[in-house]
């Protein structure tokens, strides 16, 4: 323990007397982990939207204008066989009014001289697997009195499947920048130890061994890694201030109260806790190949 406090402690001096120097290489870091974690951040607050659209999909059911009495009674009846969950029956002229109030087309449907809308049924099947409810959705397009049928899943599965893509082509992102930032960690201490060739040099000499040597250079490489995951989020939270009116103005012209939340502790500390990782790495293979050289030019 006595030799892992000194070597911290010599960490944070070279740290310490080489400020801009390590000032800039946290910000390579940071700006290099920022990318994948903003995408990341991104993609989850586009996932609270996906999740909060209603989770059990629903079939509108158009009916013909020319539907007879007996076709509507026929379509209501089969409405409550045991494969229809819920069945509600929207009037046209209920439709007309809802379409008004919500879009704020007063002007338009007041010089309308008949209403264009059809009646319709908002069917909630009981089957929530897509080829059921396809199986269902045709069946009820078939009846008589039917003039389309809507299957209201369709575009949020389709926003499923693309925000599946997205996260796959984060977290392959982030393992490229992970790579970026062992690199960024790796040249930064190889040039530490280049620098303390003689001082390396002499510490053998006495009987020190490989790991003594090695172990200020680790702190060094993970701290690094630690700052430069805390300049990521500094990165962050600029970009999120500057997002944040533009979001929630454009949320408020769709009628939604979205707005973009933080990243929670657990993120943080995820963040955190993989940049003093691949720091800590990249500081390891750098110093240990480093002192191969240094032992075969001796």
């Known amino acids: 323990m006595r030799h892992h406090k000194h070597a911290l402690g010599t960490a944070l001096h070279r740290l310490r007397i080489q400020a801009f120097t390590a000032l800039l290489t946290a910000l390579a870091m940071g700006v290099a982990i920022s990318l994948p974690s903003g995408l ?48 509600r029956f929207v009037p046209k002229d209920e439709a007309l009014a809802t379409l008004s109030a919500s879009q704020d087309l007063a002007d338009i449907t007041a010089g309308l001289t008949e209403n264009p809308l059809p009646d319709a049924w908002i069917v909630r099947p009981q089957a929530t697997s897509r080829d059921a409810l396809v199986r269902i959705s045709d069946g009820l397009r078939k009846m008589p009195g039917i003039a389309e049928t809507h299957l209201d899943s369709q575009w949020a599965e389709r926003l499923q499947a693309a925000l599946a893509i997205g996260h796959t082509g984060v977290w392959l992102l982030a393992g490229l920048f992970a790579i970026a930032l062992i690199a960024i960690s790796g040249n930064a201490i190889r040039a530490q130890v280049l620098a303390r060739r003689d001082e390396i040099l ?16 680790l702190y060094l490489g993970a701290l690094q890694g ?33 707005h973009l939340l933080p990243p929670d502790g657990a993120e943080i500390a995820m963040v955190l806790g993989l940049t003093t990782l691949f720091g800590w790495l990249g500081a390891w293979l750098s110093v240990t190949r480093s002192l191969h050289q240094v032992e075969a030019t001796r």
């Open 202 to 217: 002499v510490s053998r000499l006495i009987g020190a061994t490989d790991r003594h040597i090695r172990r200020p250079f």
């Open 40 to 87: 990341y951040l991104g993609l989850e607050n586009l996932s609270r939207v996906a999740g909060e659209l209603p989770a059990q999909p629903e079939i509108s059911l158009f009916l013909d204008a020319g539907a007879s009495p007996e076709q509507k009674q026929a379509i209501a009846t089969r409405l409550k066989q045991p494969d229809i969950a819920q069945a």
């Open 226 to 258: 630690l700052f430069g995951g805390l300049a990521a989020g500094g990165v962050l939270a600029v970009a999120g201030t500057i997002l944040r009116e533009p979001v929630e103005h454009l949320a408020v012209l769709y009628g939604s109260t979205f």
